[in-house]
């Protein structure tokens, strides 16, 4: 009975402690995973924003295009000044002339709005790409040290993993399976102190009778409440 109790309580105790280097494994691989995250979603905006440019950039180079033809259209029309016979026609050009002017200046309004719009982009880009290059970065430093802690965890863990299993199969396979069960059901804490009359597993008041036969431990008993194995530590 007592080497029962001994048994369970170091099973516990290993079945905790590799639950404890699981989470923390669990731990290392989550932070991983979010470095990939985090580059792919600056990645995805980077794409957008290389989308937006290719746009821009043709807008761009259209608007440079119609400028040109704005500008020899001022150099043909100015270049029928000498030949001008009336008053009249002369008037006519001149008016010509101001209307190609006012559409070339109008162009290059918009031209430098669009490459203003350019460069504000190009900075984001950049911003972008450096962010990018600093999170691969990191990445790569703390992946070397997650690997090496991944490493340790993973020799500690195997070391008490075999601990358990020569453990557990000291135990009746009843017992074993009802421990196991609980461990998992009851958040890691299958086998638990009674104290002053109560499971502190659930803290629920024991029947005084139950109670006081764990005392005198004759068998293996669970808290009628929880369910949880229960076990008294000897008073002198
Ligand atoms: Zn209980």
Redesign the pocket.
Same mark, same amino acid.
């Given at each position: 009975m007592h080497e029962k109790m001994n048994l369970l309580k170091e099973l516990q105790e290993l079945d905790q402690e590799i639950s404890s280097i699981e989470a923390a494994q669990q731990g290392y691989r989550d932070e991983l995973e979010t470095f990939k995250t985090e580059a792919a979603r600056v990645q995805e905006m980077l794409d957008e924003l290389n989308g937006e440019l290719v746009f821009l950039q043709q807008d761009e180079a259209q608007l440079q295009q119609n400028l040109l033809k704005e500008r020899d259209n001022i150099v043909r029309v100015e270049g029928r000044l000498p030949e001008i016979q009336t008053q009249k026609e002369y008037v006519a050009v001149l008016k010509e002339i101001d209307m190609a002017k006012k559409a070339n200046n109008e162009l290059e309004e918009q031209l430098q709005a669009k490459q203003q719009e350019i460069s504000v982009l190009e900075q984001d880009q950049l911003e972008k790409e450096e962010e990018l290059e600093n999170i691969g970065g990191k990445a790569n430093e703390r992946s070397a040290e997650l690997s090496e802690l991944m490493g340790e965890t993973d020799n500690a863990l195997q070391k008490r993993r075999d601990a358990r299993d020569s453990v557990a199969a000291e135990l009746p396979p009843a017992l074993l399976r009802k421990y196991q069960t609980l461990f998992k059901r009851r958040g890691g804490l299958a086998l638990?102190l009674a104290r002053n009359g109560a $499971?502190l597993? =659930? @803290?629920?008041k024991l029947p005084p009778q139950q109670f006081n036969s764990l005392l005198r431990v004759t068998e293996i008993q669970s $808290?009628p409440? =929880? @369910?949880?194995l229960?076990y008294v530590e000897k008073q002198s």
């Open positions: 638990v $499971c597993g =659930c @803290n629920m $808290c409440h =929880c @369910n949880r229960l």
